[in-house]
């Protein structure tokens, strides 16, 4: 079963303004939640985490991300988009209860001077 | 600083051929990871190893076999590859089970 999920393949935004990635999440107990991204031919970098403690985590490049319980999400954004930010973004879980790493499908970002 | 290092960077086999893909780190981490990459489809996990001598099944195990040879060490074997089997294939690996995982420049595979 997906344990995660990023409901658009793609999104579209003109630099300087803000940029959003969601991703729902449904696993069982307390999740761990990341997010990566993916420039065109290379490995993933880890941007940002959610492990405990406080619902918005900031990460690396401006993003931030909010973790809501309530909505199982974890969405990741970003105040004013920048075209070097156009790449592929992927969401990941962690179990609390095992060591499974599981990612969404991606989401493929795309900002316009 | 190395990190994950993973080889070959590219192979092309033709169909029923057998390859392994070599993967290494030089963190001292306990888990490792082989996922593959489609297109459209994310990042798959193929297996995972918690850590040194275990091994388990991930999301999409058929057609692949892993060994866990050390620390250091995980590498996937493909023993008879098949054209589905074309993918982009990643390692990753982590340290305990709150942090981030590293992933290698990946294995571009093609079979035909």
């Known amino acids: 079963a997906q344990s995660v999920a990023q409901p658009e393949d793609q999104v579209n935004v003109a630099e300087g303004n803000p940029l959003t990635v969601k991703c729902t999440y449904s696993?069982?107990?307390?999740?761990?939640l990341f997010w990566y991204v993916q420039y065109p031919n290379r490995g993933l970098q880890f941007l940002l985490k959610?492990?405990?403690?406080?619902?918005l985590v900031k990460g690396s490049y401006g993003f931030e991300a909010e973790f809501n319980k309530s909505q199982t999400s974890f969405h990741l954004k970003k105040p004013s988009a920048l075209v070097s930010d156009s790449a592929l973004y992927f969401c990941?879980?962690?179990?609390?209860?095992?060591?499974?790493?599981?990612f969404g499908a991606g989401t493929t970002v795309t900002v316009r001077a | 600083n190395a990190g994950v290092t993973q080889t070959p960077k590219f192979q092309v086999l033709k169909t029923g051929q057998s390859m392994t893909l070599q993967c290494a780190q030089d963190m001292n981490h306990n888990s490792m990871y082989w996922y593959r990459q489609d297109p459209g489809m994310g990042l798959r996990l193929i297996y995972y190893s918690a850590s040194e001598g275990t091994t388990d099944k991930g999301e999409v195990p058929n057609g692949y076999n892993v060994s866990r040879l050390n620390k250091r060490e995980f590498s996937l074997r493909l023993e008879s590859a098949a054209p589905s089997q074309t993918s982009v294939y990643f390692c990753?690996?982590?340290?305990?089970?709150?942090?981030?995982?590293?992933f290698g420049q990946g294995t571009r595979l093609t079979v035909v």
């Open positions: 696993v069982s107990g307390n999740p761990y």
């Open positions: 959610y492990i405990t403690g406080d619902n």
């Open positions: 990753a690996s982590r340290e305990v089970l709150r942090t981030e995982a590293f």
């Open positions: 990941a879980v962690l179990r609390s209860n095992d060591y499974k790493l599981s």
